[in-house]
């Protein structure tokens, strides 16, 4: 039974236009959600985080949307640079346990 | 480099033999973890350790045995190991385990271990 869900395995997106990858959880006590990116051979890197208590999160080019109501949230890149090509983990926290996602594939077309 | 460094990169192991996944990170940070991802799985959480001791254990066979000997380095000790195990182990620090949400974790780049 997965407790976070990333529904679609890849995305394939032009450079310059948007990314947006989905996140779903079931477990309505979770009160921090983040993203991490993952290249290949290497370990995944935190890219930024969304308090339960806020509904969006801007870091540069990435921006974290949360809706609580429908125990969703999304990550949006851009534009999007082919540096962004890697598969991108949801997770999301209670306290001190964690649970990832299984992942999105993003590959950035030039 | 990501401060997180894990050795070996690669190992093979027969179901019989007895071998180690050391991790060290230079961060100043309170908390390791160890994380399994297997194919086409979630990331799984095997063990925590928030001040070298031992804070979570998500019921991980035996055959898997941590050691935190310090809050730099952590290992991982395995012994007659299934097929099944065959996955990427990484390792992971933190701040403190309950404000590791607010700045996530900084994971090292993993082992990748064959189970023959």
């Known amino acids: 039974d997965q407790q976070v869900k990333q529904n679609s395995p890849s995305l394939s997106v032009q450079e310059g236009r948007i990314s947006i990858l989905n996140c779903d959880y079931t477990n309505s006590m979770f009160d921090y959600f983040l993203w991490y990116k993952k290249y290949p051979a290497e370990g995944p890197t935190f890219l930024i985080s969304?308090?339960?208590?806020?509904d969006k999160n801007e870091d540069g080019r990435f921006t974290v949307f949360l809706n609580k109501s429908a125990k969703h949230l999304s990550l949006h890149i851009v534009p999007s640079q082919p540096g962004d090509s890697a598969v991108y983990f949801c997770?999301?926290?209670?306290?001190?346990?964690?649970?990832f996602g299984p992942g999105t594939r993003l590959s950035v077309l030039p | 480099e990501t401060g997180v460094t894990q050795t070996p990169r690669h190992l093979v192991m027969g179901m019989t033999n007895k071998k180690s996944l050391k991790c060290e990170q230079h961060l100043g940070h309170n908390a390791m973890y160890w994380y399994k991802q297997s194919a086409k799985k979630p990331l799984e959480l095997m063990f925590v350790?928030?001040?070298?001791?031992?804070?979570e254990n998500n019921s991980v066979p035996s055959r898997f045995s941590p050691e935190c000997p310090n809050s730099s380095h952590l290992f991982l000790h395995l012994h007659t190991l299934q097929p099944e195990d065959s996955a990427l182990y990484l390792c992971?620090?933190?701040?403190?385990?309950?404000?590791?949400?607010?700045?996530?974790?900084?994971f090292g780049s993993g082992t990748r271990l064959t189970v023959v």
């Open positions: 997770a999301a926290s209670k306290g001190q346990n964690f649970v």
């Open positions: 969304i308090s339960s208590i806020k």
């Open positions: 350790y928030s001040l070298e001791e031992r804070v």
């Open positions: 992971a620090s933190s701040q403190e385990p309950a404000i590791a949400a607010n700045y996530g974790y900084t």
